[in-house]
């Protein structure tokens, strides 16, 4: 079994930084792609950042050149640097991980709340 944790949500004011990290651990492997999706209260899921192995990326047009997202492959830790906070980046985050283990699936973490105030 494999267990993502994410740490480092709270509330910041508008033009803040907050940075994410998310940890994975248990039966792995390898992990290929990591990423970040968020949810906003009464919007669907979307996302964020994806990072591969080889450290691609990916980004929603809404963050690009505010959000960095970065790993340590040697950690299976993926990380998420948000600068120039928005209101409207309110929402809960949540990582994702394509894990190579006993067999390969895909992996979410718990979120965390992420809060812009104006």
């Known amino acids: 079994q494999v267990q993502l944790v994410e740490s480092g949500g709270g509330s910041v004011q508008a033009g803040g930084s907050l940075r994410l990290s998310c940890a994975a651990s248990?039966?792995?492997?390898?992990?290929?792609?990591m990423g970040w999706y968020r949810r906003a209260p009464g919007k669907q899921r979307e996302l964020v950042a994806t990072i591969t192995s080889g450290g691609n990326t990916n980004y929603a047009d809404s963050v690009k050149g505010r959000f960095t997202i970065s790993r340590a492959n040697a950690k299976n830790t993926v990380y998420l640097q948000m600068n120039s906070l928005k209101p409207e980046d309110t929402a809960v985050y949540y990582c994702?991980?394509?894990?190579?283990?006993?067999?390969?699936?895909?992996?979410w973490g718990q979120g965390t709340q992420v809060t812009v105030s104006s």
């Open positions: 994702t991980a394509s894990v190579v283990g006993i067999s390969y699936n895909d992996y």
């Open positions: 248990g039966s792995i492997f390898s992990i290929n792609a």
